[in-house]
């Protein structure tokens, strides 16, 4: 095969052609689901392990193929998803081995994230506005019935905002146990919470 254009692509990450087809078709096996497209590809870009193009390219070949396929937009799910097929999920079997376990435990908890951000963000909000002096970031934590939490913090600039809002949504549930430990003065219950951090 041939040598994969190595922008954005991390010391460690994948080369080859090849091993990208190999670690879509052990995403998808592993997650036991579709996923989307663009979340797909940017499981490679934001942890580094292939550039956009190549593993685009790759997954397209795969369609082709056979190994993996597309779905189109639903009402459950709204946006284009590849599935594995059988005969991708048997090739995940016989080459996973061939990708080194770190990229492959690193690639499948990237994607393993997507769909718990995506969880947090349907049942949570973070807005944020500008004000005079800054901008006001809420962030709502909701269950059903009432909601177990609504913060408003002011920050210097929007992307304070930016990251904070990632962070609420990656775990909301440690923030909500952590204020209430603050508030409760049970700092033990906080020092564990930043251990498992």
Do not use: W
Not at 12 to 23: H, N, P, R, S
Not at 29 to 46: C, D, G, K, N, T
Not at 97 to 114: F, G, N, Q
């Amino acid at each position: 095969m041939y040598d994969v254009f190595r922008a954005g692509v991390e010391p460690g990450g994948l080369t080859m052609d090849y091993e990208i087809k190999i670690l879509i078709c052990y995403i998808l096996r592993e997650l036991e689901h579709p996923m989307p497209i663009s979340a797909l590809i940017e499981v490679f870009v934001s942890e580094g392990i292939g550039n956009y193009f190549e593993a685009a390219s790759a997954a397209s070949g795969l369609v082709k193929s056979g190994h993996i396929e597309i779905l189109p937009p639903s009402q459950a799910e709204p946006n284009q998803c590849y599935q594995i097929t059988e005969l991708g999920r048997n090739a995940a079997e016989t080459f996973e081995k061939t990708l080194p376990l770190s990229i492959r435990e690193k690639a499948v908890a990237a994607a393993r994230e997507y769909f718990l951000i995506r969880e947090h963000r349907t049942h949570n909000k973070a807005e944020s506005r500008k004000v005079e002096d800054g901008y006001l970031l809420t962030l709502t934590i909701s269950d059903i019935g009432s909601d177990l939490l609504t913060l408003t913090i002011l920050l210097p600039d929007a992307e304070t905002c930016r990251k904070l809002q990632d962070r609420f949504f990656k775990d909301p549930v440690t923030i909500y146990k952590g204020i209430v430990a603050v508030l409760t003065g049970n700092f033990e219950t906080v020092g564990a919470l930043l251990e498992n951090q």
